[in-house]
């Protein structure tokens, strides 16, 4: 079939991430599935160093231009609005991030083409193009096939282990031109960097997140007696945080820490995308809900349906008791 298969890069900061190795991995299935090249599309200023890395790919188009350094919403997209024009790619998977959120949006508005968000899944059937997309917190799963082309598929992290992307070979890099004005109405001027929390929740071996669940703060107490007989840490998902009965730091998921400890609870968590993308590669997911379809336990290795406040203190003391 004609049409190359791109994955649009994201590069923040001089840096690429795991997503985009998801990506390449996902892609790499669906160029293989419908006999098409794998390229990927990598936008920077000084960033051609960074294609190195890039070798799932069977080549990787580079556009250089000063405006690209910031991952900004209106040059990104007209950057590739003019080379998918130029090129008519089969279809373009777009990182479904904080650096990048927007990006494919505004790009299928562009280009008066279908553009499909939420997928965690693109796979191609009776050779067509069909995402899995999720919906409301991830409590509605849609099948979702493109009626035109070129389609844009915003990619939720987590559709592929970053390593599947991942290679050691160099790909072949294509320097390709586009025309964007040197100066933007937005502009980043600096970053800010978070403050730093009395735990480093990244170094810990046992996480115990709390979630809606857990219903008042004065409940925390029992996450808390779990986590100490672990010998981990309490963190949150984000209504938690909202509430403020934890702080900023302790917070799971896209806006906030990404962890990976060998043992991670969920209590009381429903397992909305935003929150398992940041503990989705913990060695060992329990969760505990009451509602035996939440998403959480698509993740999780273990699941207990039941009330956290009966199970906590429960663990806590089987714990305790093992332990001697």
Known sequence: MAGQIWVVIEQWRGKLSDINFEL?????????????????????????????????A?????????????????????????????RQPRCLLVPLTNVTLGVGTLLAARLEGPGINFCTDLRVVEGRLE????????KIEARVAPASEPAVFGIWPGSRPPDQGRSEVAPPVEDVAVTLPDATPVRLKRYLEPEAGDVDLTQQTALVAVGRGIQSQDNLE???????????AVCGSRPVIDQGWLPLARQIGKSGLTVKPKFYLAAGISGAPEH???????????????????????VAHYGIVADV?????????AVKARKG
Do not use: W
């Open 24 to 56: 390449l991995a996902l892609g790499r299935e669906v160029a293989d599935a419908v006999g098409a090249p794998l390229e990927a599309v990598l936008l920077g200023s000084s960033a051609r160093d960074l294609a190195g890395a890039l070798g799932k």
């Open 309 to 317: 406040l009966d199970v906590l203190p429960a663990l806590a003391e």
């Open 222 to 232: 029992l996450a808390e007696e779990l986590a100490q007989a672990l010998g981990g």
């Open 58 to 86: 069977d080549r990787v188009l580079y556009a250089e231009h000063p405006t690209l350094a910031e991952p900004l919403l209106e040059p990104y997209t007209e950057a590739l609005l003019q080379l998918v024009r130029a």
């Open 276 to 298: 398992t993308e940041g503990m989705k590669d913990s060695g060992v997911i329990v969760a505990i809900n009451t509602d035996p379809h939440a998403p959480i336990f698509n």
């Open 131 to 138: 995402a899995r997309c999720v919906l409301y917190g991830g």
